[in-house]
């Protein structure tokens, strides 16, 4: 015969049991959901706060060789390394579209894009506020980029053309490649130097 | 009578020989891009752009001999190590010649590409910066330019004229240009690659006329006569009334 105590404690212990029970699976049905919880956040519609905007893109024509300005409207992020950034890919990205005067492939073209002053920070009499904008290209779209010195001078007359119209501050432009110094663009078009908006002044002659 | 002759011949041919002895020869440098393991630009039907550069430096090689120009090449052949754009630069600065032609292909555009350094011109100074060293070239290489263009239109060669920064071009101390080959559109056609032997020679050709024209544009002028000419009998003194 069982003491009535031990019946008492043996059914405590199972109520202590279901209790612990309840209690780990609630929290891990918490947890659960507490982790879940950032993917459903992904936006499904466009920010209706934002607003395009006109810009000046510089477009290049293998035809004549020359790069013209052609207004386009978008939107484009505020902070200004994003917004250089997103201009870039998107004028880069405006080349694969079908009868581009300039064909490249489409693709991730830009990494990032640094501004840096010209004038160095400590110097603090100085009135120069321009800068230089640092792109980071994409390997990947230097290797598919066509190879030819018309073609690789017009790509870096369009970038350059184009930060310079979007940044007015911008007067320097210097390239990287993968975070790396490269010698060319793809096999002419020198990357090692500093382009300058200033002397970049294009004169093409059409003859025929 | 026939022996006579024969001597007439001979002399007038080693006349006109040492005549043309005396005159200096125009040395033209070119430098077919690419070579080695850097084989340039990957064009239709595997063809490679050093390849073509190197068939169409010959061609112009020819071309220009025939025109009575010496002939310089930073390469004659595959070479099995990549030369450097410095070292293309050196050959040519060394050599001193009177233009540089830097030879390039591409597969993209229409016709001949002419590229002239983007670099600002500069008079030239005691030291010259190897990375600027075009600079004080500038004119000169504008007007072989125009030329080379002129030529072309005369040729009916579509060509364009662009000014890029591109090495070795920046650091040659002479009148500098590189061509660039792209295929040539025909209307209704497809494009003659820039592959095609006759394409090729038809631009030689017109480089050739084009430096011929441009050797007399920068020949010395004749000196002016310095002797004084003897007053006619009858010119009053300078000054005098009539």
């Known amino acids: 015969m069982i003491p009535r105590y031990q019946r008492i404690l043996f059914w405590c212990l199972v109520a202590a049991i279901l209790i612990v029970a309840a209690f780990l699976y609630h929290a891990h049905r918490q947890t659960q959901r507490r982790l879940a919880a950032p993917a459903d956040e992904t936006p499904i519609a466009a920010p209706v706060s934002t607003s395009t905007q006109d810009v000046t893109l510089y477009l290049a024509n293998d035809a004549d060789a020359t790069v013209a300005p052609s207004q ?137 | 009578m026939l022996p006579l002759r024969r001597h007439i011949a001979a002399t007038l041919f080693l006349l006109a020989t040492a005549a043309a002895a005396q005159q200096p020869r125009t040395t033209i440098l070119l430098d077919p891009a690419h070579g080695g393991p850097d084989a340039g630009a990957h064009l239709a039907n595997n063809v490679l752009e050093k390849d073509v550069t190197l068939a169409f430096a010959a061609r112009l090689r020819a071309a220009l001999g025939g025109a009575n120009f010496a002939v310089l090449t930073t390469r004659d052949a595959d070479p099995a190590a990549a030369i450097p754009p410095d070292q293309r630069a050196g050959i040519a600065n060394h050599a001193r010649p ?92 497809s494009p003659t690659p820039v592959t095609d032997a006759a394409y090729q020679q038809q631009a030689a050709d ?37």
Do not use: M
């Open chain 1, 72 to 208: 386009v409207s978008f939107a484009l992020p505020d902070d200004p390394t994003s917004r250089a950034r997103a201009l870039l890919d998107h004028l880069l990205n405006s080349y694969a579209q079908p009868g581009s005067a300039h064909p490249l492939q489409g693709g991730p073209a830009v990494e990032d894009v640094f501004l840096v002053p010209n004038t160095p920070s400590t110097d603090t009499h100085s009135t120069d506020k321009t800068e230089t904008a640092i792109v980071n290209l994409t390997s990947a779209f230097c290797d598919r980029h066509p190879s030819g010195i018309q073609v690789e001078t017009l790509t870096i007359r369009s970038i350059v053309q184009t930060l310079h119209a979007a940044f007015p501050r911008i007067t320097q432009v210097r390239f990287l490649v993968d975070g790396q110094p490269r010698e060319t663009l793809a096999g002419h078009a020198d990357l090692t130097r500093t382009y300058s908006v200033t002397t970049e002044n294009p004169q093409p002659t059409t003859s025929n």
């Open chain 2, 206 to 242: 017109a480089i050739a006329k084009a430096l011929t024209a441009w050797r007399v544009q920068i020949a010395p002028q004749p000196a002016p006569q310095s002797t004084p000419q003897p007053a006619p009998p009858d010119t009053p003194p300078t000054g005098a009334a009539p």
């Open chain 2, 98 to 189: 009177a233009a540089c032609l830097v030879l390039h292909a591409t597969g993209s555009g229409n016709g001949i590409h002419l590229i002239a350094s983007a670099l600002a011109a500069n008079a030239p100074q005691r030291t010259i910066p190897w990375d600027t060293a075009q600079s004080t070239a500038i004119p000169q290489s504008l007007a072989l330019a125009i030329q080379l263009d002129a030529a072309f239109v005369r040729a009916r060669i579509p060509a364009l004229l662009l000014r890029a920064r591109l090495r070795p071009l920046d650091n040659l101390t002479c009148p500098a240009i590189a061509i660039e080959l792209a295929p040539l559109d025909n209307p209704g056609g």
